[in-house]
């Protein structure tokens, strides 16, 4: 099954990804001219058009957003969100270090439609390669003109500053991002207000993550029309899927959102390591993903395909598990991550998820016939933690725990 590859079109081809001049032979910043070229309400238009959604997890329109913020008054600012801290989620890793001009291209383009001049972008803290190789990226654009002032001899003037983050995962909700970039401790708030009226210094702010920059360009080079083509009417375009787990060829892939689960398991990455079966397959991340059976092979793998079934697109990871794994045992660890990322601001949080994992533990010293009503505790505790906990890290754990149940005897 061959990839259908416009984020990821030039993985691979670079000998220096960082290296300005082999980006631009192969057309890059072009899109960035054309952008400038235009009026930055022409630029929201093509996006709106497009339907492209957030890749991130939300799912939020992005040509909404950015109307939202083009007509506020004030600084603005783009925060690129790179702290890509979800288990089994490795699509913006290969964006940053595969082809970094494509994002500052994507960065740049948003930065002209919202009336923006400043960008921050906030990468994990662990990803040390992709940091070397963004920092090289960054100083070739302000040496070739498309950083700085007087952009392509434009009048628009743009900054990029690249922070580290300290590893929290809590800090890849986008408040909570804002809260860090601000020097503070990484909590979310509550909202409204959004960051994109009032988000960093309480300025407007375009939190967006690094694949969907990363799709921005194409957009404005081939036309909102030739987007919407790909996938389906709710989800458009194509779609990066980190896939791991017990198959024959772990890898990202980039798919029209039209695809199923069964494609992606079967023809993308190979199928199941022999001799083993196919049990089931964390879909949308390591920690806040959706259990898929056998049963849900034939799922699209988009927002409106998993909403149906009570799933979650999340960041499109899929995380392929056989006859040999433990649910139960997955369940813990993602308890045990949830433990260990909680900042504690919310107390069902901070306290929830240690006894949701203590139940979980004495299910396996528990009678078949006594499993299903501790397990209803268990779901009463995580639905608690939905309606009280601020954030999602705390809204999470009912997503994992609620679906374990379409893998048929899931707590074994």
Known sequence: MNETRIVLENKGTYTNPAD???????????????????????????????????????????????????????DKYILCNADEGEPGTFKDRIIMEEDPHKLLEGILIAGYAVGA????????????QSLSILQDAVYNAYQHDYLGSRICGTDFS????IQRG????????????????EGKRGNPWIKPPSPRT????????????VETLAIIPSIIS????????????????????????????????????????????YDAAGGMTAPHSFKAALVGGGAAGTFL????????????????????LGSGAVIVMDETISIREVLEAIMEFFIHESCGYCIPCRIGTVHILNMLRELSSLSQGEVPSNYKKILSVAETMKKTCLCPLGQYPLLPLSTASRVGNHVY
């Open 20 to 74: 300005i001049t082999e980006y631009e032979a192969a057309g890059g910043y072009q899109a960035l001219e054309a952008a400038l070229a235009i009026d930055p309400f022409e630029i929201v238009e093509i996006i709106k058009e497009s339907r492209l959604r957030g890749r991130g997890g939300a799912g939020f329109p992005t040509g909404l957003k950015w109307a939202h913020t083009l007509p506020l008054q004030g």
């Open 117 to 128: 001049h400043k960008a921050y972008l906030y990468i994990r803290g662990e990803y040390t």
């Open 158 to 161: 743009f900054d990029i500053t």
């Open 166 to 181: 300290a590893g929290s995962y809590i800090c890849g909700e986008k408040t909570a991002l804002v809260s860090s970039l």
């Open 198 to 209: 009032q988000g960093l210094w309480k300025n407007p702010s375009i939190v967006q993550n």
């Open 222 to 265: 081939r036309g909102a029309a030739w987007f919407t083509s790909l996938g389906t009417e709710e989800s458009t375009g194509t779609k990066l899927y980190p896939v791991s787990g017990k198959i024959q060829c772990p890898g990202c892939y980039e798919f029209p959102m039209s695809v199923t689960l069964r494609e992606l398991i």
């Open 293 to 312: 059976g056998p049963q849900d092979l034939d799922v699209q793998m988009n927002f409106e395909g998993l909403s149906r079934i009570g799933g979650h």
